[in-house]
């Protein structure tokens, strides 16, 4: 693939790219080998000032435009993005680092989420019902809000943004577009195939920039009524301490210590390829994945064996290397917070069964390479069984008990996804009812969200909403409650009566 290197991109505000007002600029770069991706504005607080002006501008007319018609738009950027599928997906391996067949998923559930989204122009339904008065009708509708403010995280480049777009624009609301600093172009390769897909100027603007700069300035900016966050729970409690001064709609999706409980009927083949797929694929780095398994004592030793072998089974490189099965973290930083929980997991006594160690050989020493960890004998207090790590670590807990695996699997501040390994049917309906997450698997690891159910989490994972699915159009609309009165006289709602009518 011919590589970007030194060009130099510039913001989308009401249809035209522009340098940033200070004209101050950033590098994006590969994890996986420091090679150049492109260049960036470093934008401030004026350039969010001028793209929110321009999404208000648009939003008067975009608003009218028919629902069907705004999906038609959407229909046809889902078709571009599976036009430039496997394009997407090299830049993907490069700029972020995941391997290619998982940057090509991550490009389908853009593709999937914005079909699906596109097939609700033709739905966003409201209810219709009786009125307690005659010659009365009574409805609620959908309404859109104004412009948004998205921002995004850089672990799924492609995905969330158009879990938070496509939805956006296809209830009415216009767009202010924050990638995150590690994947500007990703996100700007996103904003130009909307743009050949016909999304007029104004309606969508991408502002690249730092969260403090950008990000804040969107949240903080009194005519962007709604913002759409994913990102850590410490950025989450920050936007919605920022955003509290104007009452915003704030939708949050934060971090996870997502676990997989594996019991004593488990099929273990089955489990450990679910585990080593939620724990070590995109090298840790979702928020669904599984840092924590609790097993059932009765199986933990083989479990160990079978886990340890399937993780050094595994090949570190870079993505578009089609022999890789993990890639690269994303940057310095995450390199050195991964290892610190390793160094952490020593400390509390948890003993390290595998990895633990950054990978410098064959050129992984280019690339911000971390080797996929186990650690055994952890105990649900300890901090590499509570805090997020996000990275290729994961802790095995033994229990005794099925009740005791719900204790510790629900034990944490997060609630994002959980997943149990049984052959009883008995016991997998009570996981489903009592383990405290927004998503729940049985007989798979902790990842594989469909774009038409709702996805997110309880507890700090979120407060509250969630996006994918008809849950999403509830983040992007305000229920507006219409009552239309045929009758040609007053009729008082709770004092006049079929009995006892008005004059
Ligand atoms: P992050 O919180 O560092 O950044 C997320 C985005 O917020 C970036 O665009 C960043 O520039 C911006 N930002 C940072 N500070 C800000 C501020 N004060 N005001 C406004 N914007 C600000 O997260 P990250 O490192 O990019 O992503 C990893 C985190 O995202 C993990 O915690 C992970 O669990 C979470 N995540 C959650 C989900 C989910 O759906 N629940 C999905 C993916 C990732």
Redesign the pocket.
């Known amino acids: 693939m011919s590589l970007l290197g030194t060009e130099t991109f510039q913001n989308l505000i009401g249809g035209a790219w522009a340098d940033s007002e200070g004209g101050e600029t950033f590098e994006s770069s590969s994890p996986a080998n420091g090679e150049a991706i492109g260049v960036f504005p470093r934008s401030s607080a004026a350039d969010v000032d001028k793209a929110v002006e321009a999404a208000r501008a648009a939003y008067e007319e975009w608003r009218l435009v028919p629902a069907p018609r705004r999906g038609e738009l959407l229909f046809r950027f889902a078709q571009l993005l599976a036009d430039e599928k496997d394009e997407l997906a090299q830049l993907m391996s490069r700029e972020m680092g995941k391997v290619l067949a998982e940057a090509g998923g991550d490009v389908q559930e853009a593709i999937d989420m914005s079909f699906y989204m596109a097939g609700e122009g033709r739905r966003l339904f409201g209810q219709t019902t009786p009125s307690e008065l005659r010659d009365k009708l009574n409805m609620s509708v959908r309404m859109p809000i104004g412009v948004v403010g998205v921002?995004?995280?850089?672990?799924?480049p492609i995905a969330?943004p158009s879990w938070k777009i496509a939805p956006a624009l296809v209830c009415g609301n216009t767009v202010v577009f924050?990638?995150?600093?590690?994947t500007p172009l990703l996100g700007q390769r996103f904003v130009e195939l909307l743009v050949a897909a016909g999304i007029p100027p104004g309606v969508v603007n991408i502002v690249h920039g730092?969260?403090?700069e950008v990000?804040?300035a969107?949240?903080r900016h009194p005519d962007v009524p709604v913002i759409t966050?994913?990102?850590?729970?410490?950025?989450?409690v920050?936007?919605l301490r920022?955003a509290a001064e104007n009452l915003k709609h704030v939708h949050l999706?934060?971090?996870?210590k997502n676990a997989i409980i594996v019991l004593e009927d488990a099929d273990l083949d089955l489990a450990v390829e679910g585990i080593t797929w939620s724990a070590f694929g995109t090298s840790g780095?979702?928020?669904t994945a599984a840092s924590r398994v609790i097993v059932h004592e009765a199986v933990y030793d083989e479990l160990q064996r079978r886990l340890v072998a399937a993780a050094e089974s595994l090949r570190l490189g870079a993505g578009w290397e089609p022999e890789t099965d993990v890639g690269p973290l994303?940057n310095r930083a995450a390199l050195d917070k991964v290892h610190s929980y390793t160094e952490i997991g020593r400390a509390e006594g948890a003993q390290l069964l595998t990895g633990g160690e950054i990978a410098t050989e064959n050129g992984l020493d280019k690339g911000f390479f971390y080797r996929p960890t186990i650690f055994a004998g952890v105990e649900a207090g300890m901090r590499i069984a509570q805090e997020?790590i996000?990275g290729p670590t994961t802790a095995l807990i033994p229990v005794g008990s099925f009740d005791e695996a719900v204790r510790v699997a629900n034990g944490v501040r997060y609630g994002?996804s959980s997943s149990i390994f049984t052959r009883d049917v008995n016991r997998a309906f009570r996981a489903m009812r009592d383990l405290d997450t927004g998503i729940t698997y049985v007989n798979a690891g902790t990842t594989g969200a469909e774009v038409h159910l709702p996805?997110?989490?309880t507890k700090d994972?979120?407060n509250g909403h969630r996006?994918a699915g008809q849950a999403a159009l509830d983040v992007f609309t305000e229920w507006k409650s219409v009552y239309v009165d045929y009758s040609g006289k007053l009729q008082r709602a709770q004092i006049d009566t079929v009995e006892n009518p008005s004059p």
């Open positions: 921002i995004t995280p850089w672990n799924f969330i924050k990638p995150a600093t590690e730092g969260g403090r990000g804040e969107l949240v966050l994913t990102g850590s729970r410490e950025t989450g920050a936007v920022s999706e934060l971090g996870g780095q979702r928020c994303i997020e996000f994002l996805f997110g989490g994972t979120g996006e």
